[in-house]
């Protein structure tokens, strides 16, 4: 079945150290997302990117980074430059065309810092 | 930039239909309406979109105005396992690939 994965599903990490999460998608879709979402509240862009070796800045793109070396994969590193990273991590990914996009989601990462 | 506006929350009674409102008054004209809901911990499940025209899938029912500023996602007949966080998302700016999630309204089915 297609979908995304992302892993790992926990994390927890000490202050000051940086951690990647993992973004893979089997859905041949161009556009691929990161987001962020905090206890009762909606989800917040970090980084989006709609093609191979591009990416760019959502609005709470400080302290996070990004690459895009194959279309499949996405993975995001949160360094120890944000401040705050407890959070719940969500990767998408949509078509890139025009008209309807609908967002696909994977089922998350809860990182949780010491 | 558009936002949406939804109630913070709704209840709604097992195997009655759930209504639940957003406002998207500032929607450019080619803009989609998205519906997803999130189940605690989980990821946001898509639902259904919408342009102009009232949209039917297995899940649920779309209703938008005709001046686009409003739509009404239809749970026609909610179950326990409707109870979630319900999102109505639109992109903004139009034609971009940033997606404006507001804060949800939290629907409870009550048996």
């Known amino acids: 079945d297609g979908g995304i994965t992302q892993s790992p599903k926990y994390l927890f990490r000490k202050e000051g150290q940086n951690v990647t999460l993992s973004c893979e998608q089997n859905?041949?879709?161009?556009?691929m997302y990161w987001y962020r979402q905090d206890p009762g509240q909606g989800l917040r862009l970090i980084y989006y990117s709609q093609i191979v070796n591009d990416f760019q800045k959502g609005d709470i793109a400080e302290g996070y980074s990004v690459s895009r070396e194959k279309k499949e994969s996405f993975p995001l590193t949160v360094t120890s430059a944000q401040k705050n990273p407890t959070a719940f991590y969500l990767c998408?990914?949509?078509?890139?065309?025009?008209?309807?996009?609908?967002?696909?989601f994977g089922a998350g990462s809860r990182l949780t810092v010491l | 930039d558009a936002k949406t506006t939804q109630p913070t929350s709704m209840d709604c009674a097992e195997g009655r239909a759930a209504n639940l409102p957003c406002n998207h008054s500032?929607?450019?004209?080619?803009?989609?309406v998205y519906w997803y809901r999130q189940i605690h911990s989980q990821g946001p499940q898509y639902i259904i979109h919408g342009l102009k025209n009232n949209e039917t899938n297995e899940m649920a029912s779309l209703i938008i105005t005709e001046d686009r500023k409003s739509s009404t996602l239809i749970l026609p007949h909610a179950t326990l396992r409707d109870t979630a966080v319900y999102y109505c998302i639109v992109r903004s700016p139009p034609g971009t690939y940033k997606y404006i999630f507001g804060t949800g309204t939290r629907l409870k089915v009550l048996a």
């Open positions: 998408a990914s949509s078509r890139a065309v025009s008209g309807a996009n609908v967002l696909t």
């Open positions: 859905l041949n879709h161009d556009a």
């Open positions: 500032t929607i450019s004209g080619n803009e989609y």
